[in-house]
């Protein structure tokens, strides 16, 4: 399978963004999630769903403001993001895991990522 994300850009304070990452190829995807890395930082997790089922889960940081979905007939993965804030910049990746799991080590297919800059 293989993974496109799309949809960063720069945006103000308070401001929204939609990110979203398609998928092709052979599919076999049970989750998907996005993760994303600041400057300097190391990648962390955004949200993941269950392709089948699902099931979301959010890092504390985003829950309220950060919504991921599934459109599994395009095969595509969605990331809206609302009130964002300026430490939410980063390049955000897509990424595929055959388990349950919010751990980066789960997560064995990559997007390239998309960069999301918030500007305060």
């Known amino acids: 399978v293989q993974l496109q994300a799309s949809g960063g850009g720069l945006v103000q304070a308070g401001g929204s963004l939609r990110l979203s990452c398609a998928a092709s190829?052979?599919?076999?995807?049970?989750?998907m999630g996005w993760f994303r890395q600041a400057p300097g930082k190391e990648r962390e997790f955004v949200a993941t769903t269950w392709w089948r089922g699902g099931w979301t889960q959010y890092a504390d940081s985003v829950k309220g403001r950060f919504t991921i979905s599934r459109d599994n007939a395009k095969k595509m993965v969605s990331l809206q993001m609302n009130s964002l804030k300026p430490e939410d910049t980063g390049v955000y990746y897509c990424?595929?895991?055959?388990?349950?799991?919010?751990?980066?080590?789960?997560?064995?297919?990559w997007g390239q990522g998309t960069l999301v800059t918030v500007s305060s």
């Open positions: 990424a595929e895991s055959s388990i349950w799991s919010t751990r980066e080590a789960n997560y064995k297919n």
């Open positions: 190829g052979p599919f076999s995807i049970y989750a």
